[in-house]
């Protein structure tokens, strides 16, 4: 090989052509699936399976021998934190979808029962913003990771 | 992203069926040359795939979600255990990897 630094640089610009291209940074472009919903359950349904997305992207990132084993480590610390939010939000927007079925099902009763299903509903409700907003920061933190890996 | 690359890989291609045209004494050169574009590029696609397979899924989820929100139907209760479902599987998954990866 007569012009093996040619060869090289060659070698590199076809290597980071198609990496720098799916690069977002700084790009208003990245999905967020939250922003498409409209209802509290649609939310929650939202970021449990956009939550499920960067697990899956995360598995690959440690099963990759190249990744350094600190990163590795990181990755699972924030998996371990944000798995039991992601189970708290589950059942908070289960009650949630309960409390609500519920509150339907009482359109034909009588005032006092249509009461109780309506307060039930608004604790619910309370319930599942609160799960939400516990939940949004530590899947962020892990999707901050998998991005930094990623590109 | 992928789509580039296939037009790349093709163009490879291309150019490989003119390598009986190039000089004798450069065609073994010329040829190593695009072995190396061809394992570059590769590699690349691998890249690429990877960083648009997560935003594929969230997409994905995004047309879901704004399906739901235009016909204005609420999470059922079975729509709810899919998704939670696919994150324990996720989770399941992710840790079994990250235990094999701890002990190699």
């Known amino acids: ?151 | 992203m992928l789509n580039l690359l296939l037009q790349l890989q093709l163009l490879l291609a291309a150019l490989s069926a003119f390598l009986p045209l190039v000089p004798e004494e450069h065609r073994a050169r010329a040829g190593e040359i695009l072995d190396i574009v061809a394992k570059v590029l590769s590699a690349g696609g691998s890249i690429a795939s990877n960083a648009d397979d997560l935003a594929a899924k969230l997409v994905a989820v995004r047309a879901e979600v704004e399906a739901m929100a235009t016909a204005k139907s609420a999470v059922s209760a079975e729509q709810l255990d899919a998704a939670m479902n696919r994150v324990r599987a996720a989770s399941t998954g992710f840790r079994a990897a990250l235990e094999a990866a701890e002990t190699q």
């Open chain 1, 1 to 151: 090989m007569r012009h093996p630094l040619r060869v090289l640089a060659l070698a590199c610009a076809l290597t980071l052509t198609p990496s720098c291209a799916s690069l977002q940074l700084g790009s208003t472009t990245i999905e967020n699936p939250l922003a498409a919903a409209q209802t509290m359950d649609q939310r929650a349904y939202a970021l449990l399976h956009a939550y499920a997305a960067i697990v899956e992207e995360a598995t690959d990132i440690v099963a990759d021998p190249a990744t350094p084993q600190a990163f590795k480590r990181a990755l699972g610390q924030a998996e371990r934190v944000a798995t039991p939010a992601a189970e708290t939000l589950q059942i908070a927007v289960s009650a949630y979808i309960r409390a609500r079925s519920d509150f339907d099902a009482a359109s034909g009763a009588n005032q006092s029962v249509i009461q109780r299903a309506a307060t039930a509903l608004s604790v619910a409700a309370h319930r599942l913003n609160e799960a939400v907003a516990g939940a949004q920061a530590p899947i962020a933190e892990l999707e901050g990771l998998v991005r930094a890996r990623r590109g």
